[in-house]
């Protein structure tokens, strides 16, 4: 705080004052202070009388998921609290319900109270404004999705290829028509797992101009909405690859409300909730959200303990678990 008095020309209460919106300061005078505490990457520390140690530490991780009611991310969070807990450390978890505003927000909410470090799943196109945190040492770690504008460790699942292995699980079932249900277009997993879908598809001869791509799909009724309308074409799909938890749930619902549960076949991305205990059993490419979490909390921690080796991406693999749905084969037409 006094290097951006110096910086502005005021005294140290003014500086205060315009930091946490005190009024009577001229706005001539909060211009030159708000523009000093930028250009010296400043961050108000909220409390730091309370929080701070001898080691400069607050015992605190800074958490940023899509959505804390996610099964996927709620896996993630629970491992790395885990990991946490036997440090001593404290997890403040946000959700960013896929709103690039809303990251930014919660990251600069969590850095002025001082986090030791983060662990964040990105939305918005660059996170180039974490470049000054990153160049003062502070530990980030990205996991589902990659970042842009900056390097850092990495912890994501292998989205492309796993959308191939659903893909080429229903052509082996003897599937030709296959529909995609997609999350919203813009996120980085979605992208990748339509990439793998369609190119698993391409190479085995399947002209993918003519496959049904249902995209921008954000939840459960928007998923139900979009299968039901697969089926009122006149050559509806035999199978579907629904590429999200969310989104297969909606799927599931319209199949059952449609009676057509046991003769169109069926493989989603990421597990759901009591898939075993469905007729049939819900097929799924699963992801390993509790592995991308525990390797998230070691780079964190291992940055904070001293490693100062290049950036990490480490590709956590998806596997197949078969239950039924997937495994239905075409039904006969005529």
């Known amino acids: 705080m006094r290097h951006v008095a110096a910086l502005a020309g005021v005294g140290i209460k003014t500086v205060s004052r315009v930091i946490n919106g005190e009024p009577n300061v001229a706005p001539a005078t909060a211009a030159k202070v708000l523009a000093a505490a930028r250009s010296l990457d400043y961050e108000p520390d909220l409390s730091a009388g309370n929080l701070r140690r001898a080691d400069g530490r607050t015992r605190t991780l800074g958490l940023l998921v899509s959505s804390v009611d996610n ?25 960013l319900d896929d709103d690039p505003d809303r990251e930014q927000e919660a990251v600069s909410a969590f850095l002025r109270r001082r986090v030791d470090g983060l ?35 990495t912890v994501v699942s292998d989205n492309r290829e796993g959308a191939a292995i659903a893909t080429r699980h229903l052509l082996r079932h003897g599937h030709r028509r296959l529909a995609f249900l997609g999350d919203r277009a813009g996120i980085q997993t979605a992208q990748e797992r339509r990439r793998g879908f369609l190119e698993e598809l391409g190479g085995s001869g399947i002209a993918t101009r003519d496959i049904p791509l249902a995209d921008g799909l ?115 037409e005529g």
């Open 71 to 95: 099964p996927f991310a709620g896996a993630m969070h629970r491992a790395i609290e885990d990991a946490a807990l036997e440090r001593g450390v404290a997890v403040f978890a946000s959700s």
């Open 119 to 153: 662990i964040l799943t990105t939305i918005s196109e660059s996170q180039h404004y974490l470049a000054p945190e990153l160049r003062r040492g502070t530990p980030v770690v990205f996991v589902d999705r990659e970042p842009a504008g900056v390097s850092s460790d």
């Open 218 to 332: 954000h939840d459960e009724e928007s998923a139900r909405r979009a299968t039901l309308a697969l089926f009122s074409s006149d050559h509806p799909p035999t199978a579907i690859f629904s590429s999200q938890n969310l989104v297969t749930i909606g799927a599931i619902r319209a199949l059952r409300e449609l009676g057509r549960h046991h003769d169109v076949a069926l493989v989603g991305f990421d597990d759901v909730p009591l898939g075993d205990l469905l007729e049939p059993g819900v097929t799924v490419v699963a992801q390993s959200p509790q592995e991308i979490g525990r390797i998230a909390a070691d780079r964190v921690f291992a940055r904070l303990d001293g490693d100062d080796s290049p950036a990490r991406r480490t590709i956590v693999p998806t596997h197949l678990i078969e239950r039924g749905s997937g495994e239905i084969p075409p039904r006969q």
